[in-house]
């Protein structure tokens, strides 16, 4: 059982005991053992897709419960492989990354191109394969920042995986495109019988305001959401909300002052609430990624968007370099402290 007065520390009352009055729980849809008849059996979805989603929600350690603890290790391209993997240089090899995601009794592995499609023969009818289709490159100079393909939908179909990902960089200069390639992309991905899930990130250097950033506003975040889900994702991957008023403080689109005064608050599980709301008030589920590693706080840091994220109304945590940049055993740990919040009874919706 966890301690959570010592993870949480000073933030533990406030929230183990949050109730959300905003957005009560009476407007979305939680998780649930049965999430898959509820919400796609009625949906456009095949019965491939639904198959494969089933496959995704019986693995691992949170199995029938109707959350999910995905292993993401695409960071060797979005933040170069000496970056992500020199602090555990095991995980240069593919075969460890997804070792790591079977033994940690994740509900799934996404991971690029390559490290899949060495590992797929092996490992794909032992746990769900997600195939995450585009990247941002960070060796072209200057830097730049765009999503591009660099898999196909075929590629992930033949390899047996269960699901693709993608990345849509909203509001960047570059999202017209984005949104067209990976709306094209996850129309063939259900016609192939997979999940899709997108990584709903804001991207755009105006979000920043006179040194706040608004990357991270439940407000813009959220409408990120909304967006993905109408392309088709069957799940959303969004960062944690940091703050609210990204509209107010960008002066850009349109948003509405209820918002503000009758959909949110300040406490984080409220903001994160709002993101859910935007999924189709929950129908497209809601995972939060874990970030980046910070050291000695990561434990008490993933444990902390566990419980926000599940207290919210979210389907789980997608987390990646807080722990395989540690040792196996620690990494591990992180990752089963983590799932262990889900597994709960103490810790409800709120």
């Not at 992500?84 to 095991?90: D, G, I, K, V």
């Not at 419980?307 to 395989?324: D, E, H, P, S, Y």
Request: charged content about 20%; glycine content about 8%.
């Amino acid at each position: 059982m966890l301690n959570y007065e010592e993870l949480l520390g000073p933030d533990c009352k406030s929230l183990l005991d949050h109730k959300c009055e905003k957005v009560p729980l009476s407007l979305i849809k939680t998780p649930n053992k049965n999430w898959v008849d509820e919400v796609f059996v009625d949906s456009d979805r095949s019965p491939a897709v639904l198959r494969n989603f089933q496959s995704i929600m019986s693995a691992g350690r949170l199995a029938n419960t109707g959350f999910v603890s995905i292993f993401p290790v695409d960071q060797g391209v979005e933040h170069s492989a000496a970056a992500s993997f020199a602090p555990n240089p095991m995980f240069f090899d593919s075969k460890k990354i997804v070792e790591f995601a079977l033994e940690a009794g994740c509900s799934g592995v996404a991971s690029t191109l390559g490290v899949l499609g060495l590992t797929a023969r092996r490992y794909a009818h032992k746990i769900p394969h997600v195939l995450k289709l585009n990247h941002n490159e960070l060796l072209t100079y200057p830097d730049k920042f765009d999503q591009v393909m660099f898999a196909s939908v075929k590629q992930a179909a033949d390899m047996g995986c269960a699901a693709v990902g993608a990345t849509v960089y909203f509001g960047s200069p570059e999202s017209s495109r984005q949104i067209m390639e990976v709306a094209r992309a996850f129309e063939m991905a259900h016609s192939l019988g997979m999940v899709t899930i997108l990584w709903c990130y804001l991207r755009n250097n105006g979000f920043k305001v006179n040194g706040v950033d608004y990357h991270t506003s439940t407000d813009l975040s959220s409408q990120a959401n909304h967006l993905g889900a109408t392309i088709g994702a069957d799940i959303l991957k969004q960062k944690l909300p940091t703050n609210n008023g990204g509209y107010k403080a960008t002066k850009h689109g349109k948003t509405s002052e209820k918002v503000y005064t009758d959909l949110t608050t300040d406490h984080p599980i409220d903001l994160c609430r709002y993101q859910v709301l935007n999924g189709y008030a929950g129908r497209i589920g809601l995972i939060n990624s874990g970030g980046e590693s910070k050291g000695a706080s990561d434990l008490s840091d993933a444990v902390k968007t566990a419980v926000i994220n599940k207290r919210a109304g979210g389907m789980g945590l997608i987390l990646g370099r807080k722990a395989f940049q540690k040792s196996w055993k620690e990494g591990l740990k992180l990752t089963e402290a983590v799932q262990d919040v889900y597994l709960d009874p103490r810790i409800t919706l709120a």
